[in-house]
């Protein structure tokens, strides 16, 4: 059983940033893929960003690189996603989400291979 919870959503004028949390709890220990996916009404979820739990290997899409940072904290069984230079183009409902795993790679960025979801955090940039 895995359970997420997202955090940090809010509205923002462009150019501002945003740090979004997730916290999870899982039944099963062992390495996992972290992943933030976000979602408009008019556009299918795509990823964001993923960390591999291990050993904090990460994997970005182009459209966010050199301005989102994803990163983990295992202590306290929390990753974030800290979003700068914000655009209109990043207003979106973002999710956390999570897969267990045994190595890293490109699969990571398939919303496909994510079975456990968190709720959704809405980001608006205007």
């Known amino acids: 059983h895995v359970q997420l919870v997202e955090s940090g959503g809010g509205s923002v004028q462009a150019g501002e940033s945003l740090r979004l949390s997730c916290k999870i709890s899982?039944?099963?220990?062992?390495?996992?893929?972290l992943a933030w996916f976000r979602q408009t009404p008019a556009k299918e979820r795509e990823a964001v960003a993923t960390?591999?739990?291990?050993?904090?290997?990460?994997s970005y899409v182009d459209s966010v690189k050199d301005r989102f940072t994803i990163s983990k904290d295992n202590a306290k069984s929390e990753w974030f996603l800290q979003m700068n230079s914000l655009g209109p183009e990043d207003t979106a409902k973002y999710y956390c989400?999570?897969?267990?795993?045994?190595?890293?790679?490109?699969?990571?960025?398939?919303?496909?291979?994510?079975?456990?979801w968190g709720q959704g955090t809405q980001v608006t940039v205007s």
């Open positions: 960390i591999f739990s291990a050993d904090g290997r990460t």
């Open positions: 989400s999570t897969e267990r795993c045994s190595y890293f790679g490109t699969w990571s960025l398939l919303t496909g291979s994510y079975t456990n």
């Open positions: 899982v039944d099963t220990p062992g390495d996992y893929s």
